[in-house]
């Protein structure tokens, strides 16, 4: 007999212009072992063929429900539609170009049976093309993390956590600022701690993440400035400051990296193909 089910849990899904990737997503999770979730999916104004793939999956799975912005919202104000429509007393992040591993949901709601805490994120690993061959595996170092962690890198994963309700609603989900735009995440665990909710990170690989040149693409010198804004903020918050002023900084360095890293691994190969 299959073990009770206690708690509902609500996936909750951003989806923007991922016609390419959404189906591979919403099969890893209608597959879950842990039955008793519900799919929260609100299309962001896709101008691809997003929202008909997901209307497909909700004629095709009760679980699924999906949501529509009239227009462009970004991320955050559309996961925040997503919670407010969800009903589950955990909470699921799913990226919409990412894969859940079959078994996600179930170990995530044993891991938070286990040893209660207010959000769980688990490893992670990044794949470029195919997902079957993951190129890395993605660890946080630290089980339980301190507000101190939050100074050099965000300490959990994002999408690949689980949350409780009660903290994501305590501190009214994601913040919609200009800012925010990218970095919600960030701000949002920082104002979690910041209010006395704590996390933990769990070393089941359990997410797969779509790590290749789009993704990199996104991470523009004007999501740099946002998350300067945002660590300043939250470094306040969290009463870190003044001394923690030098890693406010760290974002501007952070993109000088990444843009020789884009350059080599990228650009260059392809200047090169284009030469012979």
């Known amino acids: 007999m299959r073990r009770k089910e206690k708690y509902l849990v609500s996936v909750i899904i951003a989806c923007y212009n991922a016609g390419n990737y959404l189906d591979a997503c919403m099969e890893s999770l209608t597959v879950q ?27 095709r799975d009760n679980r699924v429900t999906i949501l529509y912005n009239k227009e462009h919202l970004y991320a955050a104000e559309t996961r925040n539609r997503c919670i407010a429509a969800s009903r589950g007393e955990l909470l699921l992040i799913q990226d919409i170009d990412d894969i859940s591993r079959p078994e996600r949901i ?15 994120s688990s490893a992670m690993e ?61 701000d949002m665990f920082m104002r979690l701690y910041a209010k006395g ?28 400035i946002g998350e300067y804004k945002i660590r300043k903020k939250g470094f306040y918050e969290l009463g870190l400051m003044p001394w923690a002023f030098p890693f406010v900084l760290k974002p501007f360095a952070a993109h000088a990296v990444l843009a020789v890293r884009y350059f080599v691994k990228w650009r260059l190969p392809d200047r090169k193909q284009r030469d012979s």
């Open 106 to 120: 179930a170990c995530l709601v044993k891991a938070f049976e286990k040893e209660p805490s207010d959000f769980i």
């Open 126 to 186: 990044a794949f470029e093309d195919n997902p079957q061959k993951p190129t890395k595996l993605m660890k946080k170092r630290k089980k339980y993390p301190s507000k101190k962690d939050f100074l050099w890198n965000l300490p959990f994963f994002h999408p690949s956590s689980i949350f409780t309700r009660e903290c994501i609603l305590a501190v009214s989900g994601y913040r919609d600022a200009e800012e925010t735009q990218r970095g919600q995440d960030y």
């Open 197 to 224: 909710f704590k996390g933990r990170n769990i070393s089941n690989p359990l997410y797969l993440y779509r790590l290749d040149r789009e993704n990199i693409k996104r991470r523009t010198f004007r999501a740099r």
């Open 33 to 59: 072992t842990y039955r008793n979730i519900e799919i929260i999916v609100c299309d962001d104004c896709s101008s691809d063929n997003s929202l008909e793939k997901l209307r497909k999956w909700e004629q």
